[in-house]
């Protein structure tokens, strides 16, 4: 037993002197993440804030996503109630998938990169490397813990106690961990690091999943789910620390399973065998775009997805909007001063967030050209009947359609839960929720623009399409809160366009910034057309 | 016979770093040309200006008569390209990337690619991901060799394969060459361009420093002779055109210039050959002579 594991020591030390920039990272980054936006729910929580909210979370769809709350009446959800129950199931989430992406990049990936065969050459032992690995992770959660628990404490607010605060770290450390030891399992068993690496994140998301359901139907049933352990800890509320021994007695169990189906293994294999793929193409496959669309499957379908969801949990919180505007007296009288409902403004505002983020996508499709060309994919395609024009074009298209699929999904999320929790009383319908999402399409366009205009003139710039992204959505987000100068938001390509439904549509604005984008994408192709390829490097 | 291709005084730079001062070679019908040099020395760089991939910078580079980078579609027709650094998308299975490769080059030969597939012993149905860097270079090489063309272009296309599956890549390109198609082979495995190639170009920091047949390169270059005399073998150190001369006992090895090897071998004669071995220069000593200095 001790011969398996010679020498784990070393190879953790090693391992922590390869990722503490990492480590360093990763604990500051999720600690400040899980802990830092008190000051926010502060803010939210002001005057008659933590009603509204306690109402608005009794919503099945908002129990799905952030999980149930112990406090059975609006005065007991404090603000440390408010926070365990908003940030812990999805901070926890994030520890997970952090140590299981860890895990399997230092367990069979390394094995696939030939790095472990160099290292089982020495006195190492057989199963050192998934102890190292296995105590690193477990190290870097109990850090975490500790600067999360620290960090709460140290706000010195009544409803956030210390033994609270703690409980709250731990339970995201301990959520880590888990996350951790699933990985290390599935690293024995799948045929290939991605393989792992997937089987992990989709045990986490069906735990994730099967979660939502029992937590809206019967919350005693969570409890018999995993994930359970970790955010129905309740912290400063009931304090339960019981799951956590349950996380930790599966964690252990966990492992000893992993070191005995790794004594069994071979190096670079796993138990289940590789699957086979196709010896024949697909028809679908055989052209430009059959190519681009199966490179771009994935991230296409995860964003439209994601901006479903995340358009249905803003639609949610709709039919609660009349109740929270009833019991705050200053957001009332706002309203009714401007003469603007508050469902209006609000999918204002939402669907300018929303936008901006679906922009990403067509970014990241044109982008993705760039990238195969220095990965040296395209060298032997270039060399066939391919013209530049056809792949130019090909990946723009794509983009753009992309950046429609992308705007319609967050409209129809947010519009279609929005309708039905508003019920008979609607003061909108589905149409003017896409027509305020279409209406700020342009700027999706403009943005696919810019990156084809880099892609053309200077590829390695794509990447700083992202930072002007970020720039604007940075400015849109915090219009409302700070007042910016009238040209310094007009940086921002979205303010140009006015905010339906509140404001009017204004079609010549439309037609410009389109013609300007097309403009800049024909632009993009002239350069695209007479430069050189990269040469790799 | 017609030139395939041609390139004269072929120039381009990448911002401040020249990479190609003056790259002059062709390709007629129906020959393998060899194109050696070592890395760094401007061989891809070539292949990509005429692959239309680069731009050239000056110069002129025709394929089929027509100029490789305002023509660069019609040239593709009829062109294969195997390139030096195989990478290819990993969720994709080898006989996926093999069948979108001859597709977009159009004129493909199912036969042919399972042919090949067979003959490499690839595994067709496995992600490319978890390809090694010899079975990468099998899905480009069987790609590029199920489709019909009139000139392939292989940048290295042995480097990651075994020694029997180098021999199966030479034995397709001889079959090429007998078919009447015309090769450009960059490689730096010398013995296999010695083998394969009727023509050979040696580049170095992006100049052409030799070309020819080998016997051509050969004659330029000098001849390794062993001989045993009855004499005093000593005698012959002093002879023009002998050098590296090593004695022991009556025996001596040197090598010899071309040009005064008939003078050599009368003063050789004169002291009673006993026994003469002749090793000709291999591709490899022509290639080192260029470098060495």
Redesign the interface.
Known sequence: MRHNFARWDMLFVQFLKRDWKKILVWVLGVGLFSAGFVPAFEEIGKGQGFRGLYETMQNPAMIAIVGPTPADRAEDYTLGAMYAHEMLLFCGLLAMILSALHVIGHTRREEELGLMDLVRSFQVGRQANSLAVMAETVLINVLLAFVIGGILAGYGESSLSAEGSLLFGASIGMAGIMGAATALVMAQIMP?S?AATGASLGIVGALFLVRAGTDISKESLSMLNPLGWTYLTYPFTENRWGPLALAALFTIAAVAAAFALEGRRDLGAGYLP?R???????KT????HG?FL??NKGVILAWTIAFLVIGASYGSIYGDMQTFLESNDIMRQMFTASGVSIEASFTGIILLVTTSLVAILPVAVVNRLFSEEV???L?????????RARLYWTNVLMAVLAGLAGTAAAAVGLGATAVAAMGDGASMDIGDFLAAGFNLFPSVLFFAALAALALGWSPRLGKAVYLYLAYSFALNYFDGLVDFPEWVSKTAVQSWIPRMPVEPFDGAVFATITVISAALMVLGYFGYR????A??A | MSEVVIVRNLQKSFGRVTALHDVSLSVREGEVVGFIGPNGAGKSTTIRILLGILRRDGGEARIFGKDVWKNSLDIHRRISYVPGDVALWGNLTGGEIIDLFMKLHGGGDKAKRDFLIRRFELDPGKKAKSYSKGNRQKVALIAALSVDSDLYILDEPTSGLDPLMEAVFQDEVRKLKEAGKSVLLSSHILSEVERLADRVVIIRQGRVVESGTLDELRHLTRTTIRLAVDGDVRGLAAVRGVHDFRATGNQATFSADQEHIHHILSEAVKLGIRNIEAVPPTLEDLFMRHYEN
């Open positions: 290939a991605s590789e086979q793929g196709r010896v024949t193409a697909r496959l055989l052209s430009v190519l199966r490179l990965r040296l994919r060298s032997q395609l270039l060399a066939t009947r391919v013209t007479r430069r050189d390829m040469e790799g």
